[in-house]
């Protein structure tokens, strides 16, 4: 991507110099701070979302853009890849990905795919190995610690020594177990966003009908007359 190079504020207005991956240098168009400050502002919303999320910066993610100023996004795409870590920007009307994480500020709104943040089914799949290894432990000192003849003959010192390890395991059993309960918390929490969504888009179009059924009963659709 690209990379920028000092930025300087000269009358009220922002430039910089961004370099290209090919090494050459390009002036970016001047904006002023109020116009700039909507860059700032989606920029800052995606960041905090993603430490929400617990999402690294070294995992980058396509971010889709809905505004209205979109020659103002499209010319600081560069921005959000360097500092809002995003793989690719796209400016269009809404995001086709239903489980897309949506940030809103005053002047845009904002996707980004969740499975790009979180691949959810290799971090269960992870957190369910952990967990099994986990039980796999909890196990087998349990039954070291059931075994009547181990007990009896182990020294005072080793038998302590099992019992600390299966604290510790039972302490990561809850860890686990709690993460888990997170990721299908923030699922749930995502899916109900997403039909939130889907029902207000939706409630938008039905008042847009009927707005269109009054405007033709009341005679004040002219859009057939010539």
Known sequence: GFQMQGTQITGGHISTTAIS????????????????????????????????????????????IETKDTELFKSCAMFFEKLAYASEVILADG???????????????LF???????????????LEKER????????RVN???SNESFVAKAPAAVIDGEKAKLASYN???QGIEKALEKLEEEVKLLKAKTENLQSMKRSEELMEEALKAF???SGQDNSNEY
């Open 21 to 64: 991956p090919d090494g050459k240098q390009s002036a970016v168009d001047m904006y002023s701070a109020a116009q700039f400050e909507k860059i700032i502002a989606a920029i800052r919303a995606v960041r905090n979302c993603r430490t929400e999320m617990n999402v690294p910066p070294s995992r980058k993610a396509k971010i889709c």
């Open 95 to 109: 995001c086709d990905d239903e489980t897309a994480v949506s940030i809103v500020t005053d002047s845009a709104k």
């Open 112 to 126: 980004i795919p969740m499975a790009e943040i979180i691949d959810i089914e290799k971090e269960k799949a992870r």
């Open 132 to 139: 099994q290894t986990a039980l796999s432990e909890i196990d």
């Open 143 to 145: 039954k070291k610690l």
């Open 171 to 173: 302490e990561v059993l």
């Open 215 to 217: 405007r033709t009963y």
